[in-house]
């Protein structure tokens, strides 16, 4: 008679191997994540950021707070800013920090809270060129944070991002639906002379 407590366990041992390794495959490898971080982390992590959670019953303490909670979830360690958007710094890079006005490749990666990518400069294979300054509040802000050759992520309310209006695409369809928080990830951060 086959020992099927023995079978059982191996098949369960078989089937945590074989998830892990699918786990481990995932994602696109081009983008800087935040490393993976212990349980004293992100218990750290969360302390930080739940007194940052807004009162408030408004759209801007809603958006806050889906921020706030992204950032948990995800144990991202980021940090508030003022004007209202969090940021984490993935790599500071080097030389001096950005300013406005300086004219930057950068490729960046686009995503709605729940993950969903709705535009990223990696398929097309070539950064966007781009003035700081010239762009939504949130990156004409957090852009300033970081150095040539760094790496940022930032989660923006709407009001920082493409508020009311949304973002539509060239061929009139809906990119980024109004009202929408995002999540950023901006990377290989160049200033070019002009």
């Given at each position: 008679m086959p020992n099927w407590t023995a079978?059982?366990?191996n098949n369960c041992i078989f089937l945590a191997l074989l998830l892990l390794g699918f786990l481990s495959c995932g994602g696109n490898g081009d983008a800087p994540e935040a490393p993976a971080v212990d349980e004293a982390t992100r218990s750290s992590i969360e302390a930080r950021l739940i007194p940052e959670l807004s009162p408030a019953e408004d759209r801007a303490g809603r958006q806050r707070n889906a921020i706030i909670n992204r950032a948990i979830d995800q144990a991202y360690d980021i940090q508030p800013a003022p004007e209202g958007y969090f940021y984490e710094i993935l790599s500071p890079g080097a030389y001096n920090p950005l300013a406005e006005g300086d004219?930057?490749?950068?490729?960046?990666?686009?995503?709605?809270?729940?993950?969903?990518?709705?535009?990223?400069?990696?398929?097309?294979?070539e950064p966007l060129r781009f003035t700081v300054g010239e762009l939504?509040?949130?990156?004409?802000?957090?852009?300033?944070?970081?150095?040539?050759?760094?790496?940022?992520?930032?989660?923006?309310?709407?009001?920082?991002?493409?508020?009311?209006?949304?973002?539509?695409?060239?061929?009139?369809?809906?990119?980024?639906?109004?009202?929408?928080?995002?999540?950023?990830?901006?990377?290989?951060?160049?200033?070019?002379?002009?």
């Open positions: 079978y059982s366990q004219i930057v490749t950068a490729h960046y990666r686009g995503q709605f809270l729940d993950g969903t990518v709705f535009d990223d400069s990696r398929p097309r294979g939504i509040p949130a990156w004409n802000l957090a852009l300033q944070r970081v150095q040539p050759g760094g790496a940022i992520r930032i989660l923006t309310p709407s009001a920082l991002a493409y508020g009311a209006g949304g973002l539509v695409g060239p061929r009139g369809d809906t990119l980024v639906p109004a009202h929408t928080v995002l999540e950023f990830i901006i990377e290989d951060i160049n200033i070019h002379e002009e």
